[in-house]
């Protein structure tokens, strides 16, 4: 039987490409694994040509993949809240389609062309993929293959250049150099020592060394980090039981936080964070006056300037253009509630605040919530969910008490997973960067694991502290070459301080932002353009023959 026709070969390439694959993302200290896990799919493409065949066993590759990687994402182990699991199961049978758009892609292209020239645009196939699938609201690039590298410093100092996606395509290329390479020799097209078998390898290994040896070269030739703009930075990770919280008073939530901030102000610190929504009421409305002055009295009696999440709520009245997204309440006011952050400083009244721009789908708010409104009743049990979409990228500025002023930007939770969104505030003027959140929604799963390590890459894209701050963990900092400096265990009370060196320069990354995967999306078009006008015009010289016939 023709190996087109055995179910079982097909089955074990789908399921030992989706494990290999998801070993090679984080925590799984396997990350070469990437740089053949993709064979098996390239064998698949290779075996089938039709459209159903290829979906169905790309989807099992994938449904695989989310397995490995995702299956914390419905915070099952917690088991508190239905929303949030019938959400992460639906992440993980939903998610997988996605990574079948590339493949349904690929197959015209494959008809047009002979295998080896249609596997070379894969490549740029792949990388367009990541990024359009990173830029609607339905968006989750939790996954891009560049994420599995980043126990790999000198792999990911390429990133500096051409950002997170072409290092993904560095890794699709490599797959596909050794997929046809070891096609020829198994096929016995080739002899193992072969001119062409040998400069092929020699090619790969020249493909692989490169960046190694610029990330190699980037990291031995370490410039000072002392710029002369130095801040200490204080982060208080508080471990407050996520479903708990917000079914408390506040008051419990702030006596611990107040207690830790008092001891980090006994250190000398610039800044200290708290992390995502770390006070579960809206601070700033009028009702909570009493909380929000327990918190600007913190602040005053530390004398330091202090970031904090928060859920803001804005009322839209008279002439206010209101959302369709916008809830009304009882007594029929319309509002917006947002996952924000907020910025106080000793002694100054002004407040500066940001709200989350990137939203998690479904879990934070519905997509398309203008269009779909209705389904805004859609939320976790715990009062979250529905959140308004944030305006702009906010650049927080603060004087030190030596009249010096600093600039950064902070993202809330995922929002760090989106390298052109994360650049665009280093080019506003950001001299560091901070991410709040609170992963321990999942228990001790891979997810805060991974989210650590996803912060090594927008560290080195563009040359910039990053200080994480995580109400149950993992809280770190990172260097703006990728490395954890510092960093907490996971489920426990604890406090960072890091001293860091603010920087304004902006690597090619930040300057030119996501100009290889805009570079891929256009050569990917192109390509299939001409596949498809290949096909169309065959199939229109074949119906006017018929017609004359």
């Given at each position: 039987m023709?190996a087109?026709?055995?179910?079982?070969?097909?089955l074990?390439l789908a399921?030992s490409?989706g494990?290999l694959?998801g070993?090679a993302?984080?925590?799984f200290?396997?990350g070469?694994?990437?740089f053949?896990?993709?064979v098996?799919l390239?064998?698949?493409?290779d075996?089938?040509?039709?459209y159903?065949?290829i979906i169905?066993?790309?989807?099992?590759m994938?449904f695989?993949l989310?397995?490995?990687?995702?299956y914390?994402?419905g915070?099952?182990f917690?088991a508190?809240?239905?929303?949030?699991?019938?959400?992460?199961?639906?992440?993980?049978l939903?998610?997988p389609?996605f990574?079948?758009?590339p493949?349904v892609?690929f197959?015209?292209i494959?008809?047009?062309?002979?295998?080896p020239?249609?596997?070379?645009?894969?490549?740029?196939?792949w990388t367009?993929?990541?990024?359009l699938?990173s830029?609607?609201q339905?968006?989750?690039?939790?996954?891009?293959?560049?994420?599995?590298?980043t126990y790999?410093?000198a792999a990911?100092?390429?990133?500096?250049?051409?950002?997170?996606?072409?290092?993904?395509?560095?890794?699709?290329?490599t797959?596909?150099?050794?997929?046809?390479?070891?096609?020829?020799i198994i096929?016995?097209?080739?002899?193992?020592?072969?001119?062409?078998?040998?400069?092929?390898?020699?090619?790969l290994?020249l493909l692989?060394?490169g960046?190694?040896?610029?990330?190699?070269?980037r990291l031995?030739d370490l410039?000072p980090?002392?710029?002369?703009r130095?801040?200490?930075?204080?982060?208080?990770?508080p471990?407050?039981?996520?479903?708990e919280?917000?079914?408390?008073n506040?008051?419990?939530?702030?006596?611990?936080?107040?207690?830790?901030t008092?001891?980090v102000a006994?250190?000398?610190?610039?800044?200290?964070?708290w992390?995502?929504?770390?006070?579960?009421c809206y601070?700033?409305h009028?009702s909570?006056?009493?909380?929000y002055?327990?918190?600007?009295?913190?602040v005053d009696s530390?004398n330091?300037?202090?970031?904090?999440?928060?859920?803001?709520?804005?009322?839209?009245?008279?002439n206010?253009k209101?959302p369709?997204s916008s809830?009304?309440?009882?007594?029929?006011?319309?509002?917006?509630?947002?996952?924000?952050?907020l910025?106080l400083?000793?002694?100054n009244?002004?407040l500066?605040k940001?709200?989350k721009?990137?939203l998690?789908?479904?879990?934070e708010?519905?997509p398309?919530?203008?269009?779909l409104?209705?389904?805004n009743?859609?939320?976790w049990?715990?009062g979250l969910?529905?959140?308004?979409?944030?305006?702009?990228?906010?650049?927080?500025r603060?004087l030190?008490?030596d009249?010096?002023?600093v600039?950064?930007?902070n993202?809330?939770?995922?929002?760090?997973?989106?390298?052109?969104?994360v650049?665009?505030f280093?080019?506003?003027g950001?001299e560091?960067?901070?991410?709040?959140t609170?992963?321990?929604w999942?228990?001790?799963?891979?997810?805060?694991?991974?989210?650590?390590q996803?912060?090594?890459l927008r560290?080195?894209e563009n040359h910039?502290?990053?200080?994480q701050?995580?109400?149950?963990?993992i809280?770190?900092?990172?260097?703006?070459?990728?490395?954890?400096?510092?960093?907490?265990?996971?489920f426990?009370?604890a406090?960072l301080?890091?001293?860091?060196?603010l920087?304004?320069?902006?690597t090619?990354?930040?300057?030119h932002?996501d100009w290889?995967?805009?570079?891929?999306?256009v050569?990917?078009g192109?390509?299939l353009?001409?596949a498809?006008g290949?096909?169309?015009?065959?199939?229109?010289r074949?119906?006017?023959?018929?017609?004359v016939?």
């Amino acid at each position: 039987m023709d190996a087109n026709e055995k179910p079982s070969l097909r089955l074990i390439l789908a399921i030992s490409g989706g494990i290999l694959l998801g070993l090679a993302f984080p925590p799984f200290h396997l990350g070469w694994l990437a740089f053949f896990s993709l064979v098996p799919l390239l064998r698949l493409m290779d075996l089938l040509n039709s459209y159903g065949k290829i979906i169905r066993f790309g989807y099992l590759m994938f449904f695989v993949l989310n397995l490995v990687t995702l299956y914390w994402a419905g915070g099952f182990f917690a088991a508190k809240d239905w929303y949030m699991m019938v959400g992460g199961a639906l992440l993980l049978l939903v998610h997988p389609f996605f990574f079948c758009l590339p493949l349904v892609v690929f197959i015209p292209i494959r008809r047009k062309f002979n295998l080896p020239t249609a596997l070379v645009s894969f490549p740029f196939i792949w990388t367009a993929f990541e990024y359009l699938h990173s830029a609607t609201q339905i968006s989750f690039p939790w996954l891009v293959l560049a994420n599995t590298q980043t126990y790999d410093l000198a792999a990911v100092q390429i990133t500096s250049l051409a950002g997170a996606y072409g290092l993904s395509f560095w890794i699709v290329l490599t797959n596909v150099g050794i997929y046809l390479l070891s096609r020829e020799i198994i096929s016995g097209r080739r002899a193992i020592m072969s001119p062409l078998v040998i400069s092929s390898l020699a090619l790969l290994t020249l493909l692989y060394l490169g960046v190694e040896w610029y990330g190699n070269r980037r990291l031995s030739d370490l410039e000072p980090d002392d710029t002369g703009r130095v801040v200490r930075v204080g982060v208080i990770q508080p471990n407050i039981d996520p479903f708990e919280k917000w079914q408390d008073n506040p008051d419990s939530s702030l006596s611990i936080l107040s207690g830790m901030t008092k001891q980090v102000a006994q250190r000398p610190v610039d800044l200290i964070i708290w992390p995502e929504t770390a006070v579960p009421c809206y601070l700033l409305h009028p009702s909570n006056q009493y909380y929000y002055a327990a918190v600007r009295h913190v602040v005053d009696s530390v004398n330091t300037a202090l970031l904090t999440g928060i859920p803001d709520i804005i009322y839209y009245r008279g002439n206010s253009k209101i959302p369709k997204s916008s809830k009304r309440s009882l007594t029929g006011e319309y509002y917006e509630t947002f996952n924000s952050s907020l910025l106080l400083e000793p002694g100054n009244s002004t407040l500066q605040k940001y709200a989350k721009i990137r939203l998690v789908p479904f879990a934070e708010r519905v997509p398309f919530s203008e269009e779909l409104s209705f389904l805004n009743a859609m939320k976790w049990n715990f009062g979250l969910g529905g959140w308004g979409i944030g305006k702009d990228t906010t650049v927080f500025r603060y004087l030190l008490r030596d009249g010096r002023e600093v600039r950064f930007s902070n993202l809330i939770c995922y929002e760090s997973i989106y390298p052109g969104f994360v650049a665009a505030f280093v080019r506003r003027g950001a001299e560091f960067l901070t991410v709040i959140t609170n992963d321990s929604w999942w228990g001790n799963t891979s997810g805060a694991y991974q989210h650590e390590q996803y912060a090594v890459l927008r560290a080195v894209e563009n040359h910039r502290w990053i200080i994480q701050c995580a109400n149950g963990g993992i809280s770190c900092a990172v260097d703006p070459y990728g490395r954890i400096v510092t960093s907490t265990k996971i489920f426990t009370k604890a406090i960072l301080t890091q001293e860091i060196a603010l920087r304004d320069d902006q690597t090619f990354y930040t300057e030119h932002g996501d100009w290889f995967a805009e570079l891929s999306v256009v050569v990917s078009g192109f390509i299939l353009m001409s596949a498809l006008g290949t096909q169309l015009y065959i199939s229109l010289r074949r119906r006017q023959l018929d017609e004359v016939h």
